[in-house]
């Protein structure tokens, strides 16, 4: 298996980040986070998987710091404002450094609109589109996405193309600036779950679902690959796109295509050419043909579909 490819890289010093990790009741809620929000540069929220039977319903709250934080300061900060919520602190705080995101890029969409498809992609608002186009509104910001990489543009054009299936249910993993989710959601008016593993995509990806209109149809979650109980409810999907890299798509192949509706369709792309077999053949064997390949040279995209019917997701015997 090929290793991950050397593009696109990241900004070279973007600054690491630090986290801080604390399991918050249910009934604290929203306050917790009001509170939480002077005192870190970003703030995300897991709900716990727990047996509610034994375990009422919590939170894990993750504070996101750009500097690493005293701890003991920062507990100190936290009983102070924290008071009253129930939130039962640990006796000393972990601070864990998350390394940098190479596949996160500050680049962003500039100069005049860019068509792909039908997609119409802008930088700022813009005026009236012409109307067989879909008009995107990105600021990609420090999150993936900004429409200018082949990967994300295999992708949009592969969508475009699928639009005809008419897909109720979308995923979008590895959604980056959102990108695929807001035309996944404007060009079919269906709902798109929207995920990434890292809170500042989630938080860009927010603010671009927000600007494009699209709220009420995209959720936006916090996610390595599917590890969210709220995906595997909202799964079968009729359509799901997968920007990542060949090694992570590899190792995704049996969930993906179990949260896959049998007649559904699966976009990969995020790898080179000289992947394309090794990350083909890691669906293979969990029941899904190629029926479209869309090469971005030295990148490429395939379009996957469930073999002659058969449920997809189990591997096959060799
Ligand atoms: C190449 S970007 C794609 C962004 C956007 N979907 C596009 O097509 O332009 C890949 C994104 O996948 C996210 N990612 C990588 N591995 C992931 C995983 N295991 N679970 C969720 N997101 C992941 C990264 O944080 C990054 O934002």
């Not at 990542?244 to 590899?250: K, R, T, V």
Request: aromatic share 4%; proline share 10%.
């Amino acid at each position: 298996m090929s290793g991950p490819p050397a593009a696109p890289a990241g900004p070279p010093d973007r600054p690491r980040l630090h986290r801080v990790r604390l399991v918050a009741p249910t009934a604290s809620m929203p306050t917790l986070l009001e509170r939480l929000e002077p005192l870190a540069d970003a703030v995300s929220v897991f709900e716990r998987e727990v047996d509610e039977a034994l375990e009422p319903l919590s939170f894990e709250v993750d504070l996101w710091l750009a500097e690493r934080p005293d701890p003991d300061t920062l507990r100190a900060r936290l009983a102070e404002c924290l008071g009253g919520l129930g939130v039962v602190l640990p006796e000393r705080l972990e601070v864990e450094e998350q390394p940098p995101e190479t596949w996160l890029e500050a680049a962003s969409l500039r100069g005049p609109p860019q068509r792909i498809g039908r997609f119409l992609l802008r930088a700022e608002p813009g005026g009236p589109a012409p109307p067989e186009t879909i008009p995107i509104w990105m600021e990609a910001g420090l999150a993936f996405g900004s429409g200018e990489h082949a990967t994300t543009r295999a992708c949009l054009q592969a969508l475009d193309r699928l639009v005809v299936r008419r897909p109720r249910r979308v995923l979008d993993l590895g959604c980056g600036s959102g990108i695929l989710a807001i035309a996944a959601a404007k060009a079919c008016r269906c709902r798109v779950w929207a995920v990434d593993n890292d809170p500042i995509a989630v938080r860009v990806a927010r603010e671009n679902v927000g600007r494009n209109g699209v709220a009420d149809r995209v959720r936006v979650l916090l996610a390595d690959g599917l590890g969210r109980g709220a995906l595997r409810r909202a799964a079968p999907f009729d359509l799901v796109l997968a920007n990542i890299l060949a090694d992570p798509l590899i190792e995704l192949a049996p969930a993906l295509t179990g949260v896959l509706a049998p007649t559904g369709r699966l976009v990969l792309s995020g790898f080179l050419d000289r992947q394309v077999a090794a990350v083909e053949a890691a669906y293979r064997r969990v029941g899904l043909r190629r029926l479209a390949r869309l090469d971005r040279p030295p990148w490429a995209a395939l379009v996957l579909g469930c073999c002659g019917g058969r449920r997809p997701g189990r591997p096959r015997r060799a």
